[in-house]
């Protein structure tokens, strides 16, 4: 698991803690859905079949919610996230690779992947965290 921390984090926590527990668990569950639409829409934006997005997931844990992405559904969210260095695609039970380009099939033994530089969604999300604590703390009118 990937776990990301930010600067600012502990100020976050030192703010929350000052308020009364009804307060904080409207504030964590706001927050919480608000993090999970930031980090659904960044993988929407790199959706073909829809795995990607649908793979997104929140669950409730012990200090409040934790949002994910369910690697059976999509393997490939990591790489999509963090991107991949420059490498060789081989088959792994066959002879050659085949795909599809215009109405012909094209094989190959190999293919050079000229690599990915990522697109880092979650962390996107998790940055936007605060500035959503912030306007949520103004919508529940806390000073």
């Known amino acids: 698991m990937i776990q990301i921390s930010l600067e600012g984090q502990q100020e976050l926590f030192d ?3 000052h308020f009364d527990e009804r307060i904080q668990t409207q504030l964590v569950g706001r927050l919480a859905n608000q993090v999970f639409d930031d980090v659904q829409a960044g993988a929407d934006a790199h959706t073909q079949t829809g ?10 844990i012990k200090s409040g919610y ?30 050659s690779l085949r795909w599809v380009s215009g109405n ?4 190959a033994q190999f293919v050079n992947h000229p690599g990915y530089k990522g697109d880092p969604y979650m962390v996107r999300a998790a940055t936007d965290a605060k500035d959503h604590f912030e306007k949520l703390k103004r919508q529940l009118e806390i000073v």
């Open 66 to 95: 934790e949002i994910f992405h369910d690697l059976q559904r999509a393997p490939h969210a990591l790489f999509v996230h963090w991107g991949t260095r420059p490498h060789v695609i081989k088959p792994k039970h066959k002879k």
């Open 104 to 107: 012909q099939f094209i094989f």
């Open 15 to 17: 703010v929350f803690k």
């Open 51 to 60: 795995a990607l997005a649908d793979s997104v997931q929140m669950r409730s």
